[in-house]
């Protein structure tokens, strides 16, 4: 069974960093596009970062580009996304989403998605 697991989230002054990992089980994620998405209140999902199976080359969003690093650790089958200099309008439900292929932006292409953890960026 494909399982996806978020952990990390949580409530950070702005310019504060976080670190979300997902766990993944059931399948080997160093050969999947590996992504994160978020939704904030009332909003669609918005893509915010992937890394490509294989050699894991790795694609930001422009909003989080410069503050926001994807990584994977492939023997802990675990993707990372360390997020430094926290803006309030980073607050969102994280997701990290798997799908089998080439990278995507679209949230429809992914198979496997994780249950989420809240990041929430206040003063």
């Known amino acids: 069974e494909v399982q996806l697991v978020e952990s990390g989230g949580g409530m950070v002054q702005p310019g504060g960093s976080l670190r979300l990992s997902c766990a993944a089980s059931?399948?080997?994620?160093?050969?999947?596009?590996m992504s994160w998405f978020r939704q904030a209140p009332g909003k669609g999902p918005e893509w915010v970062s992937s890394i490509a199976p294989g050699i894991g080359t790795t694609y930001y969003a422009d909003s989080v580009k410069g503050r926001f690093t994807i990584s994977r650790d492939n023997a802990k089958n675990t993707v990372y996304l360390q997020m430094n200099s926290l803006k309030p309008e980073d607050t969102a439900v994280y997701y990290c989403?798997?799908?089998?292929?080439?990278?995507?932006?679209?949230?429809?292409?992914?198979?496997?998605w994780g249950q989420g953890t809240q990041v929430t960026v206040s003063s």
């Open positions: 059931g399948f080997t994620l160093s050969s999947y596009d």
């Open positions: 989403a798997a799908k089998f292929g080439l990278t995507s932006t679209g949230s429809s292409d992914f198979q496997s």
